[in-house]
């Protein structure tokens, strides 16, 4: 699993409780990787992983056996 530099600054920042809710959220990822919602319009191709308030972005990537986590964020703005 990868992260951009803006999801790794986000969890730098976060309190780290919520930190802990997150990573220990993104490393479920490696034994499910379609659990998140699948996003449309824009951000087709995506997919959402709910974390109580707050949602990652991220993309798997079949042909490399990854998964690219885009952007973490707040659920009021995680999708601007």
Do not use: Q, W
């Not at 309190?15 to 809710?21: C, E, F, I």
């Not at 990822?29 to 997919?47: F, Q, Y």
Request: charged fraction near 30%; aromatic fraction near 6%.
């Amino acid at each position: 699993m990868y992260l951009t530099s803006e999801a790794e600054t986000f969890l730098k920042k976060c309190d780290k409780s919520v930190r802990g809710r997150i990573v220990k959220r993104l490393t479920t990822l490696g034994n499910d990787p379609e659990a998140g919602k699948p996003l449309t319009a824009v951000l087709a191709g995506l997919r959402s992983l709910r974390i109580g308030d707050y949602r990652a972005i991220y993309e798997i990537k079949n042909s490399e056996l990854l998964i690219l986590v885009i952007k973490i964020g707040h659920r009021k703005n995680a999708y601007d």
